[in-house]
């Protein structure tokens, strides 16, 4: 069975830092585009950063400059790195991946994250 478990989310100050992770466990040989989306309140879940598994990214007009995006594809984990925070960054962090495949072929496609919060608030 094929997981993905994000960390990382908390309570920041306005300027202040986050690393979010996002591990795929179960028996993985390779996973294609992984990204990070966030909902929040009362508004559709947005994409926030893609990364392709050769490394190619993509982000948000409204994170550029202050996010970036990673991934460690022996870890089987992403990474987002967000910098600058400020109120309009507080949602839930979804960390998705497009098609994840084990030794005999595609295991699933469209695998999500629980979601991890992220609030920024003085």
């Known amino acids: 069975q094929v997981q993905l478990v994000e960390s990382g989310g908390g309570l920041v100050q306005p300027g202040g830092s986050l690393r979010l992770s996002c591990a795929a466990s179960?028996?993985?040989?390779?996973?294609?585009?992984m990204a990070w989306y966030r909902q929040a309140p009362g508004r559709q879940r947005e994409l926030v950063a893609r990364?392709?598994?050769?490394?190619?990214?993509s982000y948000a007009d409204s994170v550029k400059g202050r996010f970036t995006i990673s991934r460690d594809n022996a870890k089987k984990t992403v990474y987002l790195q967000m910098n600058s925070l400020n109120a309009e960054d507080t949602a839930v962090y979804y960390c998705?991946?497009?098609?994840?495949?084990?030794?005999?072929?595609?295991?699933?496609?469209?695998?999500w994250g629980q979601g991890t919060q992220v609030t920024v608030s003085s």
């Open positions: 998705n991946a497009d098609r994840i495949s084990g030794p005999f072929g595609v295991l699933t496609y469209d695998n």
């Open positions: 179960g028996s993985i040989f390779s996973i294609n585009t």
């Open positions: 990364i392709t598994s050769g490394g190619r990214t």
